[in-house]
């Protein structure tokens, strides 16, 4: 029911827009979140918007380059990605619930799409 796409391997300082589509899962009662797991680590939470009232979060190491954003119309949810650094080199992925708010970590979200792979490297 998600799928997120738009990753792929960009310089450091360096913009990518990830796209998750959300077709199946309403928008307008879910928390739709990013999330990144680099190997080895476990999955880190990104950032999160709420489609029903537009509330954002950001994990602080994001904050200030990324940027989250919904479509309702389209079922989409963006995220934004400037200034990127080698330390956001992860695969992202994004998730929805209805049952919890921006900022849970991602044990909370029960709907998750595929992984899509971010590299940063010159």
């Known amino acids: 029911q998600l799928q997120a796409s738009g990753g792929g391997l960009v310089q450091p300082g360096g913009s990518l827009r990830l796209t998750c589509a959300t077709s199946?899962?309403?928008?307008?009662?879910?928390?739709t979140g990013w999330f990144r797991q680099a190997p080895g680590n476990e999955r880190d939470r990104v950032a999160c918007?709420?489609?029903?009232?537009?509330?954002?979060w950001y994990a602080d190491s994001v904050k200030g380059r990324f940027t989250v954003s919904s479509d309702n119309d389209k079922n989409i949810v963006y995220l934004q990605m400037n200034s990127l650094k080698p330390e956001d080199a992860a695969v992202y992925y994004c998730a929805a619930d209805a049952t919890v708010l921006c900022g849970s970590t991602a044990q909370g979200f029960d709907n998750w799409g595929q992984g899509t792979l971010v590299t940063v490297s010159s």
């Open positions: 199946g899962v309403t928008p307008d009662h879910y928390a």
């Open positions: 918007v709420s489609s029903k009232d537009g509330i954002t």
